[in-house]
């Protein structure tokens, strides 16, 4: 089994706490790969004072820095690109912005349906397969399972699993061959000690 990432979804309007920056700091210390900063009630100017800060951040601990929806940041900041469902078909028409782009960052693109991976794997690099298992973020969806993460490996792109995953059923995506596992709910607002556990189980999960 290879190795696997830990990716944090920093929400900065989902988080409970008094201090974001100072949250982000204690993931990156419990060993977690890879924040994804998202915002969608910023507008750019604002995210981009913030991206500023997290990249900065995470270059200390030597983290993966991921930017989400806001694509002329990313270009600024130097650090991958998570792009929205909604900018899917924008992209999918003018990816030769992308191309550029590619060279040195990478892209991560939704699949919420096979339709939408296939559009997603013709421009990025990385496929989030959502929701894997049930989450109060979409209480009414019937989650996809991670029968949907084989579905989506004849792809030949990394998959990332999101939507529900916790400390007791992220392994299931790992072994159903998910190369990333992202946490947002137990990110933001969980146990970081936990967060700590499952980074520490890496090295009992993989061949290292």
């Not at 995210?47 to 820095?65: G, M, P, S, T």
Request: proline share 1%.
């Amino acid at each position: 089994m290879s190795m696997f990432k830990i990716l944090c979804v920093a929400d900065f309007e989902s988080y409970e706490g008094d201090d974001f920056l100072k949250r982000i700091q204690l993931l990156c210390k419990a060993g977690v790969d890879e924040i994804l900063l998202r915002a969608k009630g910023l507008s750019e100017a604002h995210f981009y004072d913030l991206a500023r800060v997290v990249a900065q951040i995470c270059e200390n601990y030597r983290k993966k820095f991921i930017i989400n929806q806001f694509f002329d940041v990313a270009c600024k900041l130097k650090g991958d690109f998570w792009l929205t469902s909604e900018q899917l078909e924008f992209f999918k028409n003018h990816g030769v912005f992308l191309d550029e782009f590619r060279k040195t960052a990478k892209i991560y693109a939704p699949a919420h349906d096979l339709e939408q991976a296939k559009i997603s794997a013709s421009i990025a690099d990385k496929l989030v397969a959502s929701h894997i298992f049930a989450t109060s973020c979409k209480p009414n969806l019937e989650p996809k399972g991670v029968s949907f993460i084989s579905e989506l490996k004849s792809f030949n792109k990394e998959i990332y699993a999101l939507g529900g995953l916790d400390g007791g059923n992220y392994k299931e995506a790992i072994k159903t061959g998910a190369s990333g596992v992202c946490f947002m709910s137990l990110a933001m607002n969980g146990d970081i000690e936990l967060i700590k556990k499952i980074a520490e189980s890496k090295k009992l999960l993989n061949l290292v």
